[in-house]
């Protein structure tokens, strides 16, 4: 996952770039599209509430769980309540290889 999101900022990054002067000197407002996000904005509350393991959860299901949430990628860990008592998955996370390394395309001098 952090792989992916180091590759779309470079990307992301890269095309302001291309675009920074085009932008720069156009005092036009943006184009918009006929399109919007989907959805409901996702929050930390959201996150944390899906991280909650119910007591009777089927095996597949944390398996599922497990398997899209044992990274701990926003500091919230699975959880289960039993009796009261809050228990947090204790997985040791398989170590993810090296994110890849982003190579940009040469940039070409700004004219």
């Not at 992301?12 to 599209?33: C, G, I, N, T």
Request: charged fraction near 25%.
């Amino acid at each position: 996952m952090r792989g992916l999101e180091q590759i779309a900022y470079v990307r992301l990054a890269h095309l302001f770039w291309r675009m920074s002067r085009e932008l720069a000197r156009d005092p036009s407002p943006l184009h918009e599209l006929e399109i919007a996000w989907c959805g409901v904005k996702s929050t930390r509350q959201m996150y944390r509430d899906v991280c909650e393991l119910p007591a009777g959860i089927s095996p597949a299901e944390l398996a599922r769980r497990i398997r899209a949430f044992h990274d701990d990628f926003r500091a919230i860990p699975l959880t289960v309540s039993v009796h009261g008592v809050r228990f947090q998955l204790a997985t040791t996370a398989k170590q993810a290889p090296e994110a890849p390394q982003v190579v940009s395309p040469p940039l070409a001098a700004a004219s």
